[in-house]
C-alpha cells in the first residue's frame, strides 16, 4: 500500500493519497458504511463520497432529507484499493479501524448502520464478530443486530449499479429514509400532526 501512495503522490500530488478517515457528525446515531475510497474521489479529497458519482447520489439524498450534517460516514477500506474492489487482505488490514468506529457508534442511543453493497456488509459483520448467514444481505435488508442495534443494508451507489439500473434513486431514497427515521433523525412517516 505504502508503494502504491508513493505512485501517487508523485502523480498526483495535489491528492490526498492517504487513509481516509471518518466524517461527520462524531455522536450521530446513523454511520454510513460505505466500500472504500475511489480513485478520483475520495483519495483525491479525504473525505468519504466526495468528488464522484457514489457521493453525489448519498449527498443528494441526504440533503433532500435535510440530515447532511447530522450523519457520520465512513469506508470498510480506508485506503484506495489496488484494485478498484478492495481484496480479502485489505478488508482484513482495515478491520481494527472498523472494529473501532463501531464499538464507539453501537454505544448510541438508537445506533443504526446503513451499509452500502455486500462487500461492506460483510466487513462490518466480521468486525463485530457475526455470521452472514444470521445477517444476510439484501437491498433494503433490516437486521436487528446484538445490542438492539440496528442495521440496513442497501445496493452501493456505484456508478455502475445506477447506470444498470440495478439501484435507481427512488430505491436509495425509500431505503435511506428507512434507516434515518430508524435513526430518529426524521419524524417517523407514522406520526400524524394535528393542524
Same mark, same amino acid.
Given at each position: 500500500?505504502?508503494?502504491?501512495?508513493?505512485?501517487?503522490?508523485?502523480?498526483?500530488?495535489?491528492?490526498?493519497?492517504?487513509?481516509?478517515?471518518?466524517?461527520?457528525?462524531?455522536?450521530?446515531?446513523?454511520?454510513?458504511?460505505?466500500?472504500?475510497?475511489?480513485?478520483?474521489?475520495?483519495?483525491?479529497?479525504?473525505?468519504?463520497?466526495?468528488?464522484?458519482?457514489?457521493?453525489?447520489?448519498?449527498?443528494?439524498?441526504?440533503?433532500?432529507?435535510?440530515?447532511?450534517?447530522?450523519?457520520?460516514?465512513? &469506508?470498510?477500506?480506508?485506503?484506495?484499493?489496488?484494485?478498484?474492489?478492495?481484496?480479502?487482505?485489505?478488508?482484513? &488490514?482495515?478491520?481494527?479501524?472498523?472494529?473501532?468506529?463501531?464499538?464507539?457508534?453501537?454505544?448510541?442511543?438508537?445506533?443504526?448502520?446503513?451499509?452500502?453493497?455486500?462487500?461492506?456488509?460483510?466487513?462490518?459483520?466480521?468486525?463485530?464478530?457475526?455470521?452472514?448467514?444470521?445477517?444476510?444481505?439484501?437491498?433494503?435488508?433490516? &437486521?436487528?443486530?446484538?445490542?438492539?442495534?440496528?442495521?440496513?443494508?442497501?445496493?452501493?451507489?456505484?456508478?455502475?449499479?445506477?447506470?444498470?439500473?440495478?439501484?435507481?434513486?427512488?430505491?436509495?431514497?425509500?431505503?435511506?429514509?428507512?434507516?434515518?427515521?430508524?435513526?430518529?433523525?426524521?419524524?417517523?412517516?407514522?406520526?400524524?400532526?394535528?393542524?
Amino acid at each position: 500500500m505504502r508503494h502504491q501512495f508513493k505512485k501517487l503522490r508523485i502523480s498526483h500530488p495535489d491528492y490526498w493519497n492517504a487513509p481516509v478517515p471518518a466524517s461527520g457528525q462524531e455522536d450521530s446515531p446513523l454511520l454510513i458504511v460505505g466500500l472504500a475510497p475511489g480513485m478520483h474521489g475520495a483519495n483525491r479529497t479525504g473525505v468519504p463520497f466526495t468528488g464522484d458519482a457514489s457521493g453525489d447520489l448519498i449527498f443528494k439524498a441526504l440533503d433532500t432529507l435535510g440530515i447532511v450534517q447530522s450523519v457520520r460516514i465512513t &469506508n470498510a477500506v480506508k485506503c484506495l484499493p489496488v484494485q478498484n474492489s478492495p481484496n480479502g487482505n485489505e478488508i482484513n &488490514n482495515c478491520q481494527p479501524f472498523l472494529r473501532q468506529e463501531l464499538s464507539v457508534h453501537l454505544k448510541r442511543p438508537a445506533a443504526t448502520l446503513f451499509i452500502l453493497g455486500g462487500v461492506a456488509h460483510r466487513a462490518v459483520l466480521k468486525a463485530l464478530d457475526l455470521k452472514l448467514k444470521d445477517y444476510p444481505f439484501s437491498h433494503g435488508q433490516v &437486521n436487528l443486530l446484538p445490542g438492539s442495534v440496528t442495521m440496513i443494508s442497501s445496493y452501493h451507489c456505484s456508478r455502475y449499479n445506477t447506470q444498470t439500473g440495478r439501484l435507481t434513486e427512488p430505491m436509495f431514497m425509500k431505503v435511506i429514509r428507512q434507516a434515518a427515521s430508524t435513526a430518529g433523525l426524521l419524524a417517523s412517516p407514522n406520526t400524524q400532526t394535528k393542524t
